[in-house]
């Protein structure tokens, strides 16, 4: 099974900073790579997806991006409604794997 | 309008048999991918498996001896059935949408909003 080791576990930023979250596959996975964000109770949301894209109705402050196997996602300005957990998930080969995830808190 | 939701028992006793419900509307499901991923509590996210849009299914291996998916097109529900349950099975059982139709998109867009699941005597 492909694993993703996605750091930090946990983050305490301040509105309007820059957050960076990455994930490490541990093989070549290509853009197969999506992102979510999940707040306490809630479903998980679709934040990207191919490594790069946005999903439907997320805001732009919301970016990813790939270096080799390593994947992040850049939230570019922190607002109180992104305060939650996010996870990476690989996509490239079944059993679909996510990384452990990373709570959001505000600083 | 896209909707997912699970139904089953939320109490299932050690070494029985666990039966979801994805009830779906607004899309097909020979059009669309649907999969199954759980949430224990305070944890993390694991995939389960999927119901593939022609019919065919795949799993976790880690699952795949005790996991069954099944679908009533009819119906627009697909149905999954988990054996020997034990503790460790005690989660949140999502069921969700793949991203496009008829193609492989792993990329769960529309999820339903969960059914909490506990295994205990």
């Known amino acids: 099974d492909i694993q993703m080791t996605q750091s930090p576990a946990s983050l305490s930023a301040s509105l309007e900073e820059i957050v960076t979250i990455t994930c490490q596959a541990s093989?070549?996975?290509?853009?197969?790579l999506a992102w979510y964000q999940q707040k306490p109770g809630k479903s998980p949301q679709l934040l990207i997806y191919g490594a790069t894209s946005l999903a439907d109705g997320v805001p732009s402050r919301f970016s990813g991006s790939r270096s080799g196997t390593q994947y992040s996602l850049k939230i570019s300005r922190l607002q109180v409604e992104d305060i939650g957990i996010y996870y990476c998930l690989q996509a490239y080969s079944a059993p679909y794997t996510f990384g452990a995830g990373t709570k959001l808190e505000l600083k | 309008q896209v909707q997912l939701k699970e139904s089953g028992p939320g109490l299932v006793q050690p070494s029985q048999t666990l039966s979801l419900t994805c009830t779906v509307s607004?899309?097909?499901?020979?059009?669309?991918?649907v999969h199954w991923v759980r949430q224990p509590p305070g944890k993390g996210l694991e995939w389960m498996g999927v119901?593939?849009?022609?019919?065919?299914?795949s799993y976790n291996s880690a699952l795949k001896s005790r996991l069954s998916i099944s679908r009533d097109t009819s119906k627009s529900q697909v149905f999954l059935k988990m054996s020997s349950l034990q503790t460790e099975d005690t989660a949140t059982y999502y069921c969700?949408?793949?991203?496009?139709?008829?193609?492989?998109?792993?990329?769960?867009?529309?999820w339903g909003q969960g059914v909490m699941v506990t295994v205990s005597s």
């Open positions: 607004g899309f097909s499901l020979t059009s669309y991918h």
């Open positions: 119901m593939w849009s022609d019919g065919d299914t």
């Open positions: 093989q070549d996975i290509g853009n197969w």
């Open positions: 969700a949408r793949d991203l496009s139709p008829l193609m492989y998109t792993p990329y769960f867009d529309y």
